[in-house]
């Protein structure tokens, strides 16, 4: 996997943006990214003519005020004057436009807070994993900057190979542990009217036991992979509930899985990944 050199950090200026940029501190700390751009989205069209009446009283305008209290905050955790951060505030609420620059900047990496219990409640980050074309990494407000366990999530379809070396890259560099999971969907609803539904099943671990098997030796992959079994639960909280029992500190989804249809954004897998109610940290592979 090459090298990510240049990532992204949305901010929101409130108190997560202190744990985005000790998050992110500690993944620089491994990866020495080329540079840090810093960005915000100003989300209304039109600020009130309360603070644009102040404004000019500042002597500076609202883009430089935001920029100046994203400086102070960055510069706890990188230092003063860091010439490798930059910054980007973005004006009239526009999440079409805010996506459309950064997959212009062609960011190796694109980081995001999924927000719970923060005031706001993180529906402007699923509509721009939704639009941008770039690695998304979505960070919930409840972890820590910790790699030692990596869920990686496989189908065998086009985005696997890109979750493997991603997963590789960890394991390399932070020495991560990774687990590859696979769920197998077997149709377990129509149990009952299926004949020979056994063995139909048993068929289809053998064929994801001899999918894996070539992505092993394509990778030089040593891990031995999960392979999980449907049921009425969702595909994503089956692997959720898994990575929650393996003390996971990070899941690495494709954006799409093979069931997904072409047109679609999002795959249904990761959109539920980076659901509200789920508290790991999710890398969705574009």
Known sequence: MKKIRHIALCL????????????????????????????????IEELPSEINSIVPELGKSIEEVIQNELSEKAETYFGKDNENIR??????????????????????????GKKSAYLGSGILSGKIVRLINCNTLFVPEITNPNFENVVITLDFSSYSDKVINIGLNLKNIINSSLHPVHVIKSGVQYFPYIKNFNKYAQELENEAKKQYKRFQKKHHLSEEITLLKDSDLHISKL???????????????????????????????????????????VLIVK
Do not use: C, W
């Open 239 to 281: 692997i959720y509930n898994y990575a929650v029992r393996e003390s996971a500190n990070l899941i690495i989804a494709g954006n799409k899985g093979k069931k997904d249809e072409g047109d679609l954004l999002i795959g249904s897998i990761a959109e539920q990944l980076i659901a509200h109610d789920k508290n790991l940290p």
């Open 87 to 112: 910054f980007h505030i973005h004006q009239g609420g526009d999440v079409e436009t805010f996506a459309s620059y950064m997959d212009k900047e062609d960011f190796g990496l694109v980081i995001l």
């Open 12 to 43: 929101d200026l409130t108190e997560m943006d202190n744990l985005l940029l000790s998050y992110v501190k500690r993944l620089d700390d491994y990866f020495e990214f080329d540079s840090l751009t810093l960005l915000h989205l100003i989300e």
